[in-house]
């Protein structure tokens, strides 16, 4: 029998929902301007030969950022699962405003040579040091304080406040196309959302220090060092290599319907930058319903069925969507396919999330999950732009994003099968859900 949940307790959930959401909307925020405004950053920053390279630097930079999250994962997660969800949770803000604030206060290469460059990779390494356990925090403090039977639709909040990011950040950037000249933008402009970003922090940081510690964590009788985390997670290594394979799905469809946009409108479809913003606000209106709605939905029939279903459909689907865009771009058509693969995201996600929350072992619920997540998001999520760049400009098929993410969406479907036998009861009140699952 379900237990009853009294309307003040409710209301204190909802409360630590919106302050644990609206820290991982910076997270996400930072991302996002940086991914929107790559070609001015590119000319400014990362001047090359040609306009080929030094976009590819730009995104190469933006990638790299990626490639700290694993060991953010690991140094970060163990002070979280060891320290508690409220502490960690409040670390990675502040760093991750560090690493905004630097770059938006790099001089151009013009004015410092290749100093410029260097700075704004040190700024990407930092924000993605801290990015490394801030899904994994937010998912699991969300996951352990969730109500009985809605872990998925709790859960699908901190993906749903990135969701809010994009769009905010979309939306300023149809808002400052409209007002400042490409020639300002490309000196200037692109720096506005940036610090619009260190601005809101001191608000983020309040909201957060208000957050009360979760009971699943109080109720922890032994809290593991670096050492005994580290070995469990070498225990656990097939558990972790799953979660890599599910959240392949996840990062590679985000940054591709979301961070890629504006690139491949204005780059590959040769629209205008307010049209391919525009159309990234509305796949960020999409993701932003899809996501609980997956994620409820999984709460009554299931992660599983959910995972295998949305990843069959993305491998048969993503293609032949993709090609009728490129046979004739289109701000219609753009927008159409974009939410299709909107879809895709938003219900896998939903129903991932709490899945890879739930299968963690305890002493490594955070650490265990921000790797997993991160691996994914360093190898191939957080590469996604670049790769569909160099893909293109190899083969001269504009399609070939579609692949990219029919291979994502592959690799989460064998984890979605062999992960079939990993049922793990390690959340309060998991032991019925699980056993549908």
Not at 39 to 44: M, N
Not at 143 to 162: D, K, L, N, V
Not at 353 to 366: F, G, S
Not at 411 to 416: D, E, K
């Amino acid at each position: 029998m379900t237990p009853q949940v009294s309307p003040q307790a409710t209301n204190s959930k909802i409360a630590n929902v919106v302050r644990v959401s609206a820290g991982n909307f910076l997270e996400m925020y930072d991302f996002m301007v940086y991914a929107y405004y790559a070609s001015y950053i590119a000319r400014e920053i990362f001047p090359a030969s040609n306009a080929y390279a030094s976009l590819m630097m730009t995104l190469g930079t933006f990638g790299a950022g990626y490639l700290m999250r694993p060991l953010g994962a690991v140094v970060l997660g163990a002070y979280v699962d060891r320290v508690g969800r409220r502490a960690g949770l409040i670390l990675t803000l502040f760093l991750m405003a560090i690493g905004t604030l630097v770059i938006a206060c790099t001089p151009a290469y013009r004015t410092i040579g290749i100093v410029a460059p260097i700075v704004v990779l040190l700024g990407r390494l930092l924000q993605g040091f801290s990015a490394g356990v801030e899904v994994g925090g937010a998912s699991i403090y969300l996951s352990e304080m969730a109500t009985p039977g809605h872990r998925g639709f709790y859960c699908a909040w901190q993906s749903a406040s990135q969701q809010i990011a994009v769009v905010f950040a979309a939306l300023l950037g149809v808002a400052l196309s409209a007002v400042v000249p490409p020639s300002g933008m490309a000196q200037w402009g692109w720096r506005v959302p940036f610090f619009i970003g260190c601005m809101i922090v001191p608000l983020l940081f309040w909201l957060r220090r208000s957050l009360a510690e979760t009971e699943a964590f109080l109720a922890q009788k032994h809290r593991p060092g670096i050492s005994e985390i580290l070995s469990s997670l070498a225990t656990n290594w097939k558990i972790v290599g799953i979660g890599v394979l599910l959240s392949t799905m996840t990062t590679v469809s985000f940054y591709l319907i979301t961070a890629y946009t504006p690139t491949f409108g204005i780059e590959v479809l040769h629209l205008s930058s307010r049209q391919s913003l525009m159309v990234t606000f509305c796949v960020g209106m999409s993701n932003f319903f899809w996501l609980p709605m997956g994620g409820a939905i999984s709460d009554k029939v299931g992660r599983r069925p959910i995972l295998i279903i949305i990843t069959v459909a993305a491998i048969v689907t993503a293609y032949p969507a993709m090609l009728w865009l490129v046979s004739e771009p289109s701000t219609a058509r753009l927008l159409i396919v974009e939410l299709w693969l909107s879809i895709f995201f938003g219900v896998y996600n939903g129903a991932m999330i709490p899945h890879l929350a739930e299968i963690m072992p305890p002493e490594i619920r955070t650490s265990g999950f921000s790797l997993a997540f991160s691996l994914a998001t360093a190898i191939f999520g957080g590469f996604t732009p670049a790769v569909c760049t160099y893909l293109i400009h190899e083969t001269g098929n504009r399609a070939m994003p579609a692949l990219w993410l029919s291979f994502a969406a592959l690799c989460g479907l064998v984890a979605a099968v062999a992960g079939s036998s990993k049922k793990r009861a390690v959340l309060p009140e998991l032991e019925t859900s699980a056993s549908s699952h």
